[in-house]
T-cell receptor
């Protein structure tokens, strides 16, 4: 069975500082990996995805993530955060190309950007 | 292009009642998935529909059911509501089953009293 672990429930950081949100997954088959962001009272928005190919994936709003197969990790990074990045971030996996509607999510990480 | 539309936005029910939630996907999208979000359990997959057929189902009791219509709109139903069913119910759509980008609606916030 697949599972996703987000290692930090809350990450406080000052504006313009770098940030890393950590995600580890467990699966016995090939997976697709995703990061979604949820702003208050809204649905989820896709930040980036890893399907295959280059292990460094760039997404929207200056975020990037690196897939590490040996460590089964997919950490999200941003070199300089803004107040507007304050939100909840979810790491997710899906099993293969025909199951991308069925996502297994981590518990989420709340990013709190302080002025 | 309109996004994923979920109605109603908020709903209050009492234990034992049943509820129906509606989701209209983005025009041209044929796959619809449903998720339950709670503070304790996080985001959990409920079911996925494509071309009016349920493709995948999560680990929820039979009180949770859904369907998809020929115009791709979807409904989910919860019968005999329990307090623990209080949650944000999110609907997501994609063009087809192998399209890896899901577009989420803003959700229906269900409170069971």
């Amino acid at each position: 069975a697949q599972s996703v672990t987000q290692l930090d429930s809350q990450v406080p950081v000052f504006e313009e500082a770098p940030v890393e949100l950590r995600c580890n997954y467990s699966s016995s088959v090939s997976v697709y990996l995703f990061w979604y962001v949820q702003y208050p009272n809204q649905g989820l928005q896709l930040l980036l995805k890893y399907l295959s190919g280059s292990t460094l994936v760039k997404g929207i709003n200056g975020f990037e993530a690196e897939f590490n197969k040996s460590q089964t990790s997919f950490h999200l990074r941003k070199p300089s955060v803004h107040i507007s990045d304050t939100a909840e971030y979810f790491c997710a996996v899906s099993e293969g190309s025909s199951n991308t509607g069925k996502l297994i999510f981590g518990q989420g990480t709340t990013l709190q950007v302080k002025p | 292009k309109a996004g994923v539309t979920q109605t109603p936005r908020y709903l209050i029910k009492t234990r034992g009642q049943q509820v129906t939630l509606s989701c209209s996907p983005i025009s041209g999208h044929r796959s619809v998935s449903w998720y339950q979000q709670t503070p304790g359990q996080g985001l959990q997959f409920l079911f996925e529909y494509f071309s009016e057929t349920q493709r995948n189902k999560g680990n929820f009791p039979g009180r949770f059911s859904g369907r998809q219509f020929s115009n791709s709109r979807s409904e989910m139903n919860v019968s005999t509501l329990e307090l623990g069913d209080s949650a944000l119910y999110l609907c997501a759509s994609s063009r087809d089953i192998s399209n890896e980008k899901l577009f989420f609606g803003s959700g229906t916030q269900l409170s069971v009293l």
